[in-house]
């Protein structure tokens, strides 16, 4: 069983959920292929060496080609994110990025209430 997050992995782990959302929001929709690419979640390693990072994207059904998109891109991010927050960590943690399908699954289960 997982050991419960520590303050300081919660604290740092929502700065890095602000910060990145700021990042992929000013790069705009059009990158990401005209989809809403949100950071819905971060979770970080004890040692803040690696970060989850959740993302919900819409529309849903795009969320392949964006999720190869943010793969690609993914030590750009790491690097605009390192200038950010460069004054509060020593390192920048990994990123590696996984879609939150939570929204789809409360959507599906609305729709099956609906039967």
């Given at each position: 069983?997982?050991?419960?997050?520590?303050?300081?992995?919660?604290?740092?782990?929502?700065?890095?959920?602000?910060?990145?959302?700021?990042?992929?929001?000013?790069?705009?929709?059009?990158?990401?292929?005209?989809?809403?690419?949100?950071?819905?979640?971060?979770?970080?390693?004890?040692?803040?060496?690696?970060?989850?990072?959740?993302?919900?994207?819409?529309?849903?059904?795009?969320?392949?080609?964006?999720?190869?998109?943010?793969?690609?891109?993914?030590?750009?991010l790491r690097g605009e994110?390192?200038?950010?927050?460069?004054?509060?960590?020593?390192?920048?943690?990994?990123?590696?990025?996984?879609?939150?399908?939570?929204?789809?699954?409360?959507?599906?289960?609305?729709?099956?209430?609906?039967?």
């Amino acid at each position: 069983m997982d050991k419960p997050a520590s303050t300081r992995q919660l604290k740092v782990a929502r700065e890095i959920q602000r910060d990145l959302s700021e990042i992929i929001r000013s790069k705009g929709m059009a990158v990401y292929g005209g989809c809403m690419v949100t950071v819905s979640e971060v979770r970080i390693s004890p040692d803040l060496s690696i970060a989850k990072v959740f993302v919900s994207i819409f529309p849903s059904d795009r969320a392949p080609q964006v999720m190869r998109i943010l793969e690609d891109d993914k030590r750009a991010l790491r690097g605009e994110l390192g200038r950010k927050v460069a004054s509060q960590l020593r390192i920048v943690p990994e990123l590696d990025f996984y879609l939150d399908t939570t929204l789809d699954y409360a959507e599906h289960i609305e729709e099956l209430l609906r039967k």
